[in-house]
């Protein structure tokens, strides 16, 4: 069954130094997502993509996070300068461009920033 | 405001017993509505969803949800709980375009005890 691969599954880093999160949607699924889970609170949405360019956004995406499909298979969100705060479970998820369908999200990655 | 309110944090339940998982939601558009499943350390995985149609749907599990229009609910059921359902759930809604966030209730801890 094809799936959203996420790698690392999890992730150490200093404040102050930029991360990149990796993701492999599957494979013709055209649009991404990326999610956020702190510990202890709910899913928060961060940012949508399709054809190249970014869909919706939300308030928590701000000018630190960036997205970016840099070949037919990858998807990438950076976090430019981490900051405690930051610390959470990223979730990568892809959907098919049509109507009446659903996102399918991959295992994560614990970003844990020290 | 869009939301999504899981009124139960934690939930214990007899092993056998049946479950009903709460969840009520506030969507301005028509709401594609979804239930999350996420095991200790794993990702989120769909136990169903709901479009149109019938407004009982059947999912992954055993698990079942019924959407009440009226009541702006998506409550989540099973029979008979076993141990291994033992998870934290989420129940989220959604558009019917691809590419539109989706937004989480902050989740329901289900604990089995045998």
């Known amino acids: 069954e094809p799936e959203v691969t996420q790698t690392p599954s999890h992730q150490v880093t200093q404040m102050g130094q930029e991360v990149i999160l990796r993701c492999v949607p599957i494979s013709n699924h055209l649009y991404f997502y990326w999610y956020r889970q702190i510990l202890g609170q709910k899913v928060e949405f961060l940012v949508s993509?399709?054809?190249?360019?970014?869909?919706?956004k939300s308030e928590i995406f701000d000018d630190q996070f960036s997205v970016e499909r840099p070949d037919g298979s990858n998807f990438t969100l950076k976090i430019r300068s981490t900051k405690l705060e930051d610390s959470a479970m990223y979730f990568c998820?892809?959907?098919?461009?049509?109507?009446?369908?659903?996102?399918?999200f991959g295992q994560g990655t614990r970003l844990t920033v020290v | 405001a869009q939301s999504v309110t899981q009124p139960d944090i934690h939930i214990t339940v007899s092993e056998g017993a049946s479950l009903e998982l709460r969840c009520n939601y506030s969507?301005?558009?028509?709401?594609?509505l979804f239930w999350y499943v996420q095991s200790p350390g794993q990702g989120l995985q769909l136990l169903l969803k709901?479009?149109?149609?019938?407004?009982l749907v059947q999912g992954i599990k055993g698990f079942e949800a019924e959407f009440k229009r009226s009541q702006s609910s998506f409550n989540l059921r099973k029979p008979s709980v076993h141990w291994s359902d033992a998870a934290e759930y989420f129940c989220?809604?959604?558009?019917?375009?691809?590419?539109?966030?989706?937004?989480f209730g902050k989740g329901t801890t289900l604990s089995v005890s045998s």
């Open positions: 969507y301005g558009a028509t709401p594609y």
């Open positions: 993509f399709y054809n190249n360019e970014i869909s919706e």
């Open positions: 998820a892809s959907s098919v461009s049509t109507v009446d369908t659903e996102a399918f």
């Open positions: 989220a809604v959604g558009a019917k375009q691809a590419g539109t966030a989706l937004i």
């Open positions: 709901y479009f149109s149609g019938d407004t």
